[in-house]
């Protein structure tokens, strides 16, 4: 890490080997787009690579990498505010991409008509509910991250699984 920060290119790319599958798989499940996913996870390292420096300690690295990460996700979702869906599952795009070592079984399948239903919620409910549910945010986090109060990123959740609650039981029968 201090490497790192003292500007070592090939310590750098250590970090970049091992933490750029989780930060392209937080992209994906954030944004539900393949393209944007890739230009937001190298935007994140390029970022990164200017702001190591700024690293302080007082948390893991990877905790941090995962708030720049979410924070960098939520800045482009602000200025691309009319990216369309793309029809392919979470899943399916995951295990391309190699992200997933999930094996192709019932709960494969099962995790991906989720990953579709998540996929469909309306933007803000489906950013709060992966922060919350996926990567395990506290809604106080969410709250900062997303500028809302903390009662917004909670009815946003809440409205994520009622949605998602309704969808799965539509199509489940």
Known sequence: MSLAQQGDQSAFHQLYLLHHKRV???CWRMLADKDSAEDV???VF???WQKIANFRGDS???TWLHSVTANIVLGHV???KNWLQRVFSIEDQLVEEGVSDT???DDSADLSTLDRHIK???ERAR???VLFAVEGYRHEEIAQMMHMAVGSSKSQYHRARQLLKHSLQSELG
């Open 24 to 26: 392209y798989a937080l």
């Open 41 to 43: 996870c190298q935007e």
């Open 46 to 48: 390029v970022q990164l």
């Open 60 to 62: 893991k690295f990877s």
């Open 78 to 80: 602000r200025k691309n």
């Open 103 to 105: 094996t192709a079984n």
């Open 120 to 122: 469909q919620l309306p």
């Open 127 to 129: 950013i709060v509910f």
